[in-house]
C-alpha cells in the first residue's frame, strides 16, 4: 500500500487551495506576480475594479496562506507576491494529481 502525503503537508496544501478558491483571489496573485513588486491597497483595488475592503479581505485571505506576503510603509501596507510560495504550488497541484512528491519542499512553508 501507497504511504499518505505527511498530514502537515497535506493541511498546507489544503490552505493554498482554499485561498485560491476564490476568482477574484486568483486575479489578485496573478497581478501581484505579475507586477512582481509590493504595491499599495490603493493601486490594488483600481487595477482590480472592486472595493477596498473587498480587496483587503481578499488580501487578508492570502496572507495567512502567505502566498502574499504585507510591508509596512508609514501608516500603510504594500503587498508582494510570495515567489517561495507560488514557487511551491505547482508541486503541491501536482502531488495532489499523484505525481512523486519533490525531494525538498524548497522552504515553502
Not at 23 to 37: D, T
Not at 88 to 93: D, L, M, N
Request: one cysteine or more.
Amino acid at each position: 500500500m501507497a504511504e499518505l502525503l505527511a498530514r502537515e503537508t497535506a493541511q498546507m496544501y489544503a490552505s493554498w487551495f482554499r485561498a485560491l478558491a476564490d476568482p477574484s483571489r486568483v486575479q489578485l496573485v496573478e497581478l501581484l506576480a505579475r507586477e512582481n513588486r509590493p504595491m499599495p491597497v490603493g493601486e490594488i483595488v483600481t487595477a482590480m475594479g472592486l472595493a477596498q475592503s473587498t480587496v483587503s479581505q481578499h488580501l487578508k485571505i492570502l496572507a495567512e496562506a502567505r502566498f502574499v506576503l504585507a510591508e509596512p510603509v508609514g501608516n500603510a501596507r504594500h503587498y508582494r507576491i510570495n515567489t517561495r510560495c507560488i514557487d511551491c504550488f505547482p508541486s503541491a497541484a501536482d502531488v495532489v494529481m499523484g505525481k512523486p512528491a519533490p525531494t525538498t519542499n524548497g522552504g515553502c512553508a
